[in-house]
């Protein structure tokens, strides 16, 4: 089974299914959406078995054939365990969406055309998601980088709120502003590679002998494309409109996988292809990603829309993951990598939940609500939950992510370190508020009659709070796959982490 071209394989099921919803009838499209993101599911959990953590190779699953020789393009897939730990949280999270988004669309919508239209664009857009963890040329990932925002800004544009054009133009100017950026610095990274009908791979641009001032420009090229995808302060306003005004499950795949492509990207072409100017650009990059986790949060305490105010604990949560990544140390790595896979749970549960309350209120302000847990006390349970998981409560995978991340920071970074912990406090005020705001007091009057969750929103809820304690108690076979993949990426770097003080020495004595 090793010659099977699983990766292949994993992106052309849902783009198949994407054809499937448009050709059957539009009574069936969300069905069919469901069957082949399940089905996508299934052959990535096949392909996860064939993956050997104890490999010497970086990259496994590996497919390579000629695309485009005389650029020196080719179609280059494999995978690391950073790569597969994020294609399984994308699969997991597609069907996931599919089924929450069932009732998305307004009833006079559903089983016509414009619905078919709906979830065969989220089919495509989980193609182009397995397609940019996956790749292994430098040109490839570039195309599908840029192909993601072809699905969602129609997502966002056609089938969101009110303001849907605007903020969907507004991605779109943010996103081809980055993506444009890091086509000159891709460019240029060939020009300085060796060129050749494979001259894009990672593996021929790893610890090319650029010159400094080469080395520092072309990494800014990149992480420029990647802070404003992931997005951080001061590139991140973009964000807040985008989810707001887009479906819920457009939401979550936007903040719980799409801008993960930023922080992956820092790990593996940052860090990996010009190590000398990630080390030079550390203290800034740390100083802003210090400024994302407080600003997000605080400006998360302030918002009446429940929508925004999620979107803004994520600028918040991705400053934690950027700390870990340019902590260059093997438990920040790690850590960062957990935070990530817990974030896109965690973000859908609240942008799911949160659409849910949506649904029945009409109404995205907090200050509409207020006791509804004596209403729809399911929902509400489910809904405490996923504030719990989003504000790294222990028990939960989130709180495991968050306290390795600051380990590994504060191992090297401690002041960054202990600044960064204002975060955790403030994040359980923006949780904790928004849920006594909701969800206590008085029993609402005129609502009688509102239903707690359906059998199809338990469906939606369950898997992720599974996934929540699982990753919370045994979050081993996630890290076993990591850890070597971080390795490697900090062996291509040249550090190793710091050793540990030991009290009474002459270190230890002199701090």
């Known amino acids: 089974m090793s010659n099977v071209p699983w990766l292949t394989i994993m992106g052309a099921v849902p783009l198949v299914g994407a054809v499937a919803v448009v050709l059957l009838p539009a009574a069936r499209a969300k069905v069919t959406a469901l069957a082949f993101s399940l089905l ?21 699953l590996t497919e390579q054939h000629q695309w485009i020789p005389q650029f020196g393009v080719s179609y280059a897939l494999g995978v690391d365990g950073l790569a597969l730990a994020l294609i399984l949280m994308s699969v997991v999270l597609a069907p996931i969406c599919i089924l929450a988004a069932f009732r998305d669309l307004p009833v006079e919508e559903q089983g016509t055309t414009r619905e078919k239209g709906y979830f065969a664009l989220m089919l495509v857009l989980e193609t182009f998601m397995v397609g940019v963890f996956a790749a292994t040329d430098v040109f490839l990932f570039y195309v599908f980088f840029e192909a993601m925002l072809i699905p969602v800004y129609f997502l966002i544009g056609q089938y969101g709120g009110q303001r849907r054009q605007y903020a969907a133009v507004k991605f779109l100017l943010f996103s081809l502003l980055g993506g444009l950026i890091m086509l000159a610095a891709v460019i240029g990274l060939y020009v300085q590679g060796p060129g050749g009908p494979d001259g894009f791979l990672v593996t021929k641009l790893t610890g090319l002998p650029l010159s400094v001032e080469a080395g520092r420009w072309l990494f800014l090229g990149f992480f420029f494309a990647f802070a404003v995808k992931a997005p951080m302060f001061p590139v991140h306003t973009w964000l807040p409109d985008a989810a707001t005004e887009a ?7 936007l903040v719980g996988v799409l801008d993960k492509v930023g922080t992956y990207g820092m790990i593996r072409f940052c860090l990996q292809l010009f190590p000398e100017a990630s080390k030079w650009a550390t203290p800034v990059v740390i100083t802003l990603a210090v400024i994302s986790v407080l ?13 925004r105010l999620i979107a803004y604990t994520s600028i918040s949560h991705f400053g934690f993951i950027v700390l870990g990544i340019f902590a260059m140390t093997t438990t920040g790595g790690t850590g960062a990598t957990l935070y990530m896979v817990n974030h896109g749970f965690t973000t859908a549960a609240l942008f799911l939940v949160a659409g849910m309350l949506v649904s029945r209120r009409g109404s995205k302000r907090i200050e509409d609500y207020g006791g509804w847990q004596r209403l729809t006390p399911a929902l509400a349970g489910v809904f405490l939950v996923a504030g719990l998981a989003g504000l790294a409560l222990p028990g939960m995978g989130s709180f495991l992510a968050e306290i390795t991340t600051l380990i590994g920071i504060f191992q090297r970074y401690p002041a960054p370190a202990v600044i960064a912990t204002v975060g955790i406090i403030l994040a359980a005020l923006y949780i ?9 007091g008085p029993r609402p009057e005129g609502l009688d009659g509102t239903p707690d969750l359906a059998l199809r929103e338990k469906w939606v809820v369950a898997p992720i709070i599974a996934i929540f304690l699982v990753l919370g108690f045994y979050p081993k076979p996630v890290t ?20 540990p003080v030991v009290p009474g020495s002459a270190e230890g004595a002199s701090k």
């Open 40 to 60: 996508t599911l299934v052959v990535s959990v096949v392909a996860a078995t064939q993956f050997k953590t104890g490999s010497s190779q970086q990259f496994q």
């Open 247 to 253: 479906r819920p499950a457009t939401a979550t795949l």
């Open 295 to 307: 600003y997000g949060a605080l400006l998360a305490i302030g918002q009446q829309d429940a929508m």
């Open 432 to 440: 904790l508020l928004m849920y006594q705001r909701m969800m206590t």
């Open 480 to 499: 076993d796959i990591v850890n070597p993949a971080i390795s490697t990426t900090l062996g291509y770097v040249k550090v190793s982490d710091p050793a």
